[in-house]
């Protein structure tokens, strides 16, 4: 468990330092959740920071502290949603979408990768990991967000019903049908077996 | 092989992912050992499931987000300015009430909430044209009437007094036609020559008095309700001035509380506009 229910109720309590480790320990985790609904760095930073101001306002709200995890994905969906619309209504355009850079001109220099790995090695997942990438954006924004809570952020499904404020045959449903679009569009994109080394 | 149920959409879902019980486990799998291309389509999944986790977590430093506690000012907590709104919304009305004459009044078991309701009261204790004439018609009926049976009275008395007067006459005749028998015609033509004279003065002393009376009695209670009238007169003429002052104590009132405002909103609008110019 990545967190601690003692570290939960004393920030619950308003002891800013819990809050601070809370941060720091699901900052990454926020963080990839948007960034892999969006597939934008700007938009996932800001999703990220939304989500923990409003965890600081509203955690002496929480009532059960086992429910931390998809009460923080609650605040993380509804945090992109309106980042969402706000997109949508602004038609504002990421200039990583337009136009993603490499090496040093990379947004990607604000991460900290390891460094040590084979770089051709490193390219070559960074391709593919932009295709499945640029696969999950076809899917719908429902269809997206309930895979990425299960496949990337392992919430069981009683947890993505918490947050997403369904039932669980709903989220299931979702999911098969997620799959099945996801399948779809990799055979579209003759994404195979060979592709990604499956074995 | 078609007598083991389908599972739905949610419980191979479940299956898949291992968040599923024993039963329902068993019930999947007996139906997937029947129906291999359901098989395959799970299998197919795990495909999509592997390539997906090619995407590797972005690595990121969670940037210094500084969430302490900022002191508020009290006027920007929200139950002041929500105590402060309904304060200005409750003025609001309170000012309108008073420029347009808003009231509330309770009397006689009645409330009354309207427009110029102060002037309700007095409007009431204010006697009207007809009232006036009411008052006046009632208090002749009663002098009428007064006069009627004072009238009757007198007529009563002066009946018994004349009835007695003639017991007393036809009493006086006998004995005198008895005398007048006794006498000789000169005497007796004296005699009712003088009585019929001392007849004459009494009837007209007796007809004067009365009518001197009734004049004096009439006179004093004209007097009486002409004066009644002018006391009326001067009543409700202080009444009128009374409220004539009040009326023009509001109206001054009203006036200065308008000079205020048209002042207050001048002086923000001349301010604002040379905001406006210095920007």
Same mark, same amino acid.
């Given at each position: 468990?990545?967190?601690t %229910? %003692?570290?939960?109720?004393?920030?619950?309590?308003?002891?800013?330092?819990?809050q601070?480790?809370?941060?720091?320990?699901?900052?990454?985790?926020?963080?990839?959740f948007?960034?892999?609904?969006?597939?934008?760095? %700007?938009?996932a930073?800001?999703?990220?920071?939304?989500?923990?101001?409003?965890?600081?306002?509203?955690?002496?709200?929480?009532?059960?502290?086992t429910?931390?995890?998809?009460?923080?994905? /609650?605040?993380?969906?509804n945090?992109?949603?309106?980042?969402?619309?706000?997109?949508?209504?602004?038609?504002?355009?990421?200039?990583?979408?337009?136009?993603?850079?490499e090496?040093?001109?990379?947004?990607?220099?604000?991460?900290?990768?390891?460094?040590?790995?084979?770089?051709?090695?490193?390219?070559?997942?960074?391709?593919?990991?932009?295709?499945?990438?640029?696969?999950?954006?076809?899917?719908?924004? @429902?269809?997206?967000?309930v895979?990425?809570?299960?496949?990337?952020?392992?919430?069981?499904?009683?947890?993505?019903?918490?947050?997403?404020?369904?039932?669980?045959? /709903?989220?299931?449903?979702?999911m098969?049908?997620g799959?099945?679009?996801?399948?779809?569009?990799?055979?579209?994109?003759?994404?195979?077996?060979?592709?990604?080394?499956?074995e | 092989m078609?007598n083991?149920?389908?599972? %739905?959409?949610?419980?191979?879902?479940?299956?898949?992912?291992?968040?599923?019980?024993?039963?329902?486990?068993?019930?999947?799998?007996?139906?997937?050992?029947?129906?291999?291309?359901?098989m395959?389509?799970?299998?197919s999944?795990? #495909?999509?499931?592997?390539?997906?986790?090619?995407?590797?977590d972005? @690595?990121?430093?969670?940037p210094?987000?500084?969430?302490?506690?900022?002191? &508020?000012?009290?006027?920007?907590e929200?139950?002041?300015?929500?105590?402060?709104?309904?304060?200005?919304?409750?003025?609001?009305?309170?000012?309108?009430?008073?420029?347009?004459?808003?009231?509330?009044?309770?009397?006689?078991?009645?409330?009354?909430?309207? #427009?110029?309701? !102060?002037e309700?009261?007095?409007?009431e204790?204010?006697?009207?044209?007809?009232? +006036?004439?009411q008052m006046i018609?009632? =208090?002749?009926?009663?002098?009428?009437?007064?006069?009627?049976s004072?009238?009757?009275?007198?007529r009563m008395?002066? @009946?018994? =007094?004349v009835?007695?007067?003639?017991?007393?006459?036809?009493?006086?005749?006998?004995?005198?036609?008895? /005398?007048?028998?006794?006498?000789?015609d000169?005497?007796? &033509?004296?005699? +009712?020559?003088?009585?019929?004279?001392?007849?004459? &003065?009494?009837?007209?002393?007796?007809?004067?008095?009365?009518?001197?009376?009734?004049?004096?009695?009439?006179?004093?209670?004209? +007097?009486?309700?002409?004066?009644?009238?002018?006391?009326? !007169?001067?009543?409700d003429?202080?009444?009128?001035?009374?409220?004539?002052?009040?009326?023009?104590?509001? /109206?001054?009132?009203?006036?200065?509380?308008?000079?205020?405002?048209?002042? =207050?909103l001048?002086?923000?609008?001349?301010?604002?506009?040379?905001?406006? &110019?210095?920007n």
């Amino acid at each position: 468990m990545m967190h601690t %229910d %003692d570290l939960i109720a004393r920030a619950r309590e308003g002891d800013h330092h819990a809050q601070g480790r809370l941060m720091q320990i699901w900052y990454k985790r926020i963080y990839n959740f948007s960034y892999r609904f969006f597939y934008d760095h %700007d938009q996932a930073m800001e999703v990220a920071q939304k989500t923990f101001i409003a965890m600081h306002r509203n955690i002496s709200l929480l009532q059960e502290i086992t429910r931390f995890r998809s009460w923080l994905y /609650t605040i993380a969906v509804n945090c992109c949603r309106e980042e969402l619309r706000r997109r949508k209504s602004s038609r504002a355009v990421s200039l990583h979408e337009f136009r993603p850079g490499e090496g040093e001109e990379s947004y990607r220099w604000e991460a900290s990768a390891d460094r040590s790995q084979d770089p051709e090695r490193k390219f070559r997942q960074g391709e593919l990991a932009d295709l499945l990438q640029s696969c999950l954006m076809e899917l719908s924004d @429902e269809q997206r967000e309930v895979l990425i809570m299960k496949e990337y952020e392992g919430l069981k499904f009683r947890e993505i019903a918490e947050a997403l404020s369904l039932s669980e045959n /709903t989220v299931k449903s979702r999911m098969y049908y997620g799959l099945e679009a996801m399948k779809r569009i990799m055979e579209s994109r003759k994404i195979t077996k060979e592709t990604i080394g499956y074995e | 092989m078609n007598n083991h149920m389908k599972p %739905d959409e949610a419980m191979l879902i479940a299956y898949c992912y291992g968040e599923i019980d024993d039963a329902d486990r068993s019930m999947v799998e007996a139906y997937l050992a029947a129906h291999p291309e359901e098989m395959r389509r799970l299998e197919s999944w795990g #495909f999509v499931r592997k390539a997906m986790s090619r995407i590797e977590d972005e @690595e990121v430093i969670a940037p210094p987000i500084i969430v302490g506690q900022v002191d &508020k000012p009290i006027w920007k907590e929200r139950y002041f300015r929500m105590t402060a709104g309904i304060a200005a919304a409750f003025l609001l009305v309170m000012i309108a009430a008073r420029l347009m004459g808003l009231g509330v009044g309770y009397s006689s078991g009645e409330l009354r909430i309207g #427009f110029q309701l !102060r002037e309700k009261p007095m409007e009431e204790n204010r006697l009207t044209e007809q009232q +006036v004439d009411q008052m006046i018609k009632n =208090s002749l009926a009663a002098n009428n009437e007064e006069l009627q049976s004072s009238w009757s009275k007198e007529r009563m008395v002066l @009946e018994r =007094s004349v009835k007695q007067n003639m017991n007393q006459s036809s009493e006086k005749m006998d004995r005198l036609l008895k /005398t007048a028998s006794l006498a000789n015609d000169e005497e007796v &033509k004296k005699f +009712v020559g003088q009585m019929q004279r001392e007849n004459m &003065k009494l009837m007209k002393d007796y007809l004067q008095l009365s009518s001197a009376g009734q004049k004096q009695y009439i006179e004093g209670l004209l +007097v009486d309700f002409s004066k009644y009238l002018q006391e009326q !007169r001067k009543q409700d003429l202080e009444l009128l001035q009374t409220r004539m002052a009040s009326m023009e104590q509001n /109206t001054d009132q009203i006036k200065q509380e308008t000079e205020q405002i048209l002042t =207050s909103l001048i002086s923000s609008n001349g301010t604002s506009n040379q905001l406006k &110019k210095s920007n």
